[in-house]
């Protein structure tokens, strides 16, 4: 599927770094949470790094997005920046 036509609006330099750092700040903290735990247990650095990342990145973003949205916006400042990026709303083109 390709879309087309995008909103100048949508491709601005500030959503893409807003999305941007909201993705990169739960995967930070993942990484952290990998890391400090490498040292109290006794598992292989690799396998733990490989499934604790990915794992604690989402429960970190989820937890924090859904407080965003439910409880405040201010919970956004734990992704990174205190507001999602804003795509306004526009028809895709399907190729025909």
């Known amino acids: 599927?390709?879309?087309?036509?995008?909103p100048a609006t949508e491709r601005s330099p500030v959503n893409l770094y807003l999305s941007l750092l909201r993705?990169?700040?739960?995967a930070l903290v993942g990484w952290l949470v990998a890391a400090a735990a490498?040292?109290?247990l006794d598992f292989?650095?690799?396998?733990?790094a490989g499934v604790l990342?990915?794992?604690v990145s989402f429960?970190?973003?989820?937890?924090?997005?859904?407080?965003?949205?439910?409880l405040s916006p201010r919970w956004g400042w734990l992704?990174?920046?205190?507001?999602?990026p804003a795509y306004p709303a526009g028809k895709a083109a399907l190729p025909q």
């Open 38 to 40: 490498r040292y109290g």
């Open 79 to 84: 992704l990174g920046y205190a507001k999602p």
């Open 59 to 70: 429960v970190y973003y989820a937890v924090f997005r859904a407080a965003e949205h439910y």
């Open 1 to 6: 599927m390709v879309l087309t036509d995008t």
């Open 23 to 26: 993705t990169g700040v739960p």
């Open 44 to 48: 292989d650095a690799t396998a733990l």
């Open 53 to 55: 990342v990915p794992l």
